[in-house]
């Protein structure tokens, strides 16, 4: 299967680069995978697809202030630090600018010094280990220090950390949002629970593999970056029970779609409590064993993540859907609208 074919064309300016006053305002697309057939609607009238007995899973992962900047005290060069993932203790891999200025050996100081960094291993592609030094706790300096992680393509300033956070966030350690679930207020998730339908939390921590560019022809050659996820013992429960009562599982954006058939595919199609890496790539010809259902935003041209909407919904009927959206000026992206595929 070509990478090409999954191509369409996205004018710049529907690429959201600011989130909306309110949340749930945001429109919403709703895309029937058997027919194909489309609806226009606003987020908070998602519940009008609900039904009593349905599950929503959403993702918990909280994402980190990842981004600092810094200077090499020998030569004053300012540096950019993306911290991705805990090696271990104060190690972290991080994505360093311009990377060929750390070596090993080579340090960095943050701030007025609260935060320091000493290169201890190399990695390709920019890829550093870092090993940070400082007083108190890491999480809390790194609160002061560092910045939201934005995605590539969005070039304005966020005016509050917040909205690139979803009201749920939780477990700390995402470089990227899980930006399905920033529609969701408190209210409305009030309101989807008051109506009889369960909500389920699980968590993957999103790498910045979620932004990678594919860069083979064929799909079938493409490799994912490794992603942790958690599914506790109460969630798996639940979604058990959900299913085994006919309810529908609707997966809240596409980690928790894949955290969730990463665990069904482990153990035959059940949702067990597990911890672990996924490196799972669905697109067209996939088995779904999980879900039923899902909602998501609107993706890049020739991304996994439309590969893997692709691969639910029918990949000639969501290149239609977003000849639609494209035509009905709909917003993309992290802090765009919302699609709802049943």
């Given at each position: ?64 202030p ?26 972290w ?48 300096v ?25 009201v ?19 209210e409305?998730?009030?309101?989807i629970?008051?109506m ?27 490799e994912?970056?490794a ?11 639940l ?12 997966s ?9 058939e ?38 890049l041209p ?14 000639e ?6 000849k ?6 709909y917003?993309f ?10």
């Amino acid at each position: 299967m070509k990478v090409e074919e999954f191509d369409f064309n996205l004018p710049e300016e529907l690429i959201a680069q600011t989130p909306l006053a309110e949340r749930a305002e945001s429109r919403l697309m709703v895309l029937d995978k058997e027919t194909g057939a489309i609806q226009h609607e606003v987020f908070k009238n998602i519940t009008s697809f609900l039904k009593p007995g349905d599950c929503l899973v959403l993702n918990d992962t909280k994402v980190m202030p990842a981004r600092l900047y810094g200077v090499k005290p020998d030569t004053g060069a300012k540096i950019e630090v993306l911290l991705l993932k805990q090696e271990d203790g104060d190690r972290w891999e991080t994505l360093v600018k311009p990377a060929k200025r750390i070596k090993e050996g080579s340090q960095i100081l943050f701030g007025d010094g609260q935060l320091t960094a000493i290169c201890v291993g190399e990695k390709e592609h920019g890829g550093r280990i870092l090993e940070f030094s400082y007083e108190g706790i890491f999480y809390e300096v790194l609160d002061e220090l560092g910045e939201m992680p934005l995605p590539p393509y969005i070039k304005e300033q966020l005016e509050e950390r917040d909205r690139y956070q979803t009201v749920f966030a939780k477990e700390r350690g995402s470089a990227a949002a899980p930006t399905a679930g920033l529609h969701f207020t408190e209210e409305l998730l009030e309101e989807i629970r008051a109506m009889g339908v369960h909500t389920a939390f699980l968590t993957l921590h999103v790498g910045l593999g979620t932004f990678r560019p594919v860069s083979v022809d064929k799909i079938e050659e493409h490799e994912m970056h490794a992603e942790f996820y958690h599914i506790s013992e109460g969630t798996a429960r639940l979604i058990e029970q959900v299913k085994a009562e006919g309810g529908r599982i609707i997966s809240v954006g596409t980690t928790s779609t894949r955290t969730l058939e990463t665990v069904a595919h482990n153990h035959d199609g059940h949702i067990q409590a597990a911890s672990g890496w996924t490196d799972i790539f669905i697109y067209p010809g996939f088995e779904f064993k999980a879900i039923d259902g899902m909602i998501t935003n609107f993706h890049l041209p020739k991304s996994t993540l439309i590969m893997l909407i692709s691969a639910l919904a029918g990949k000639e009927h969501v290149l239609n859907a977003y000849k639609e959206a494209v035509a009905e000026k709909y917003r993309f992206f992290s802090f765009g609208d919302a699609m709802l595929i049943k």
